[in-house]
């Protein structure tokens, strides 16, 4: 068929996702209506037997398809109750409170969305009628609870209802390794799946509740290495609520340009969340009473399909705007003494010096940077490609009032000494190549402590040659990411004079 008209069927049956059974009000049809007639095809079974490792295959049977049919009669029966007419279908979930999730997913064409295009254009439409009476259901007991359980242990089992929803949607792809359901972001975005897997959030086993709820309580047992309580509160980031001088580490991991699409893959996990815990103060947008999903209007990406408050197209100035004012407020909150840690891993050279600006602009000195091994080798968006495998902690502190102006010619001729140096100390961690590009930043003193501190530098008279010693060789593309050279590459201009 041509990919016009399978978009088309797709989009008439909101994503092709749902079996399709005879029209039970068709008189005149005498087939048997619970026996699939279009949609979507069941592959196959399968099934675990106690007390014998791995997994068995088998064919689907009528009752399997007789299984998703009471499913989707079920799902209507939980609509109808919350329309409050018999006979009423409001499945569309024109109410932001509908059982299943009705919010709009973002205008196509958004960053990582492809789904819109087959007819997926609301929340709820990324799962099946089974998916859909499992979550339902999970919600309604979490909202149920007695008010005498604990908040945090409430909070525990929606953050597990969250979960599941990842692995319990149409767009799950069957991980034939581990022979489970493999979670929909392998990468940041939701795109169409041919075929999907799946799970059964009742059993014991992958892609089910209680595995959810183990892995949530893993995570948080993970975390609780402090005996203090912790506030967690919504704001803008260009607004701290903090006063001056109060805070003593500042650590942020700032979103990186068009990259990922944040705010709108987090409605993913929200649309459930709220659900489960309606009226939590965190479950709302406190710039726009009136959004229903999480706050976009303030967020700090580069996204021209999405407008700020007043109107404005979110470009590069945009952003690159909102980073150094979000530099300059965690600088404020900052006391005199205390330190700041920024995480970068992007490639180019260009988004290394609007960073760096940014962060210098708004009153920092850098003093060192640490790669670390944070990403899984294993992860979709590492397979055949260069993606980077550590991220570069960059460890900053708030500039003196009272910092100087350095030298170039001093700088240059003392920084490929320290470049140096730090190459030979990363090689053998095994930090090499682009990486330890991306780590040169290093504390700092004397003749390159001023240049750090972002004062400003006489330009050099005549720029240096880069030779090797007979030890070491200062590659040429990592002379541009250091000292701003103006001189064209494969990336661009870098980081230039101030």
């Known amino acids: ?34 026996r699939r007639i279009g949609g979507a095809r069941l592959l196959a079974v399968v099934t675990l037997r106690p007390g014998e490792p791995g997994r068995r295959y088998r064919l689907p049977t009528d009752r399997d398809y007789e299984a998703v049919w009471k499913a989707q009669q079920r799902l209507a029966a939980i609509v109808r109750r919350w329309d409050g007419s018999v006979g009423s279908d409001r499945s569309d979930g024109s109410s932001p409170l509908s059982p299943v999730p009705g919010e709009p997913l973002p205008p196509i064409g958004t960053l990582g969305f492809r789904v819109q295009r087959y007819g997926m254009l609301h929340w ?3 799962f099946t009628a089974r998916q859909k009476v499992g979550l339902v259901t999970l919600a309604r007991l979490v909202r149920e609870l007695s008010p005498t359980v604990p908040p945090a242990v409430r909070e525990g089992l929606a953050l597990s209802l969250s979960k599941l929803s990842e692995l319990a949607n149409s767009i799950c792809a069957w991980e034939p390794i581990a022979e489970c359901p493999r ?12 075929d999907f897997a799946e799970g059964v959030p009742s059993a014991q086993a992958s892609g089910s509740f209680i595995v959810s709820v183990e892995n949530t309580n893993d995570g948080a047992q993970c975390v609780s290495f402090s005996s203090g309580a912790g506030q967690v509160q919504l704001a803008d980031a260009t607004e701290h609520p903090l006063p001056d001088d109060t805070a003593t580490v500042w650590f942020t991991d700032p979103p990186y340009y068009d990259t990922v699409p944040y705010a709108d893959l987090s409605d993913f996990f929200f649309v459930w969340l709220k659900r489960a815990l309606p009226g939590h103060p965190l479950l709302r947008d406190p ?21 700020t408050e007043d109107g404005r197209p979110k470009d590069k100035a945009f952003y690159e705007d ?8 965690g600088r404020r ?16 050279t260009e988004d290394w010096e609007a960073l760096l600006s940014g962060m210098i602009k708004g009153g920092w000195t850098i003093t060192g940077s640490w790669p670390i091994a944070t990403e899984m080798a294993s992860r979709l968006r590492a397979r055949d490609s260069a993606a980077l495998a550590t991220s570069v902690h960059l460890v900053c502190r708030p500039r003196p009032d009272g910092a100087g102006i350095g030298d170039w010619d001093e700088v240059y001729r ?3 000494v320290r470049v140096g140096d730090w190459i030979e100390r990363l090689q053998p961690e095994g930090v090499r190549g682009g990486r330890s590009g991306l780590c040169l930043y290093r504390p700092g003193d004397g003749n390159l402590q001023p240049l750090l501190q972002g004062r400003g ?16 060789t200062l590659p040429a593309g990592l002379s541009r990411l250091c000292l701003g050279d103006r001189r064209p590459s494969g990336a661009g201009a870098s980081a230039g004079h101030r």
Request: aromatic share 6%; proline share 8%.
């Open 1 to 34: 068929l041509a990919p016009e008209r399978v978009r088309a069927q797709l989009a008439a049956q909101r994503g092709g996702a749902e079996v399709v059974f005879a029209d039970p009000s068709d008189r005149t049809d005498q087939t048997d209506h619970t």
């Open 124 to 126: 709820g439409d990324l």
């Open 183 to 194: 979670h929909v972001f392998g990468r940041q975005a939701l795109p169409i799946a041919w």
């Open 287 to 307: 710039f726009d009473p009136t959004n229903q999903l999480v706050p976009k209007a303030r967020e700090a990406v580069q996204n021209e399909r999405s407008a």
């Open 322 to 329: 909102a980073m150094a004012r979000a530099f300059a407020e």
């Open 333 to 348: 909150v900052l006391r005199g003494d205390g330190v700041g840690s920024v995480v970068f891993a992007h490639k180019t």
């Open 414 to 416: 003392e920084l490929p």
């Open 457 to 472: 530098c006489r330009r050099p008279r005549d720029p240096p040659q880069w030779r090797s010693n007979g030890k070491r």
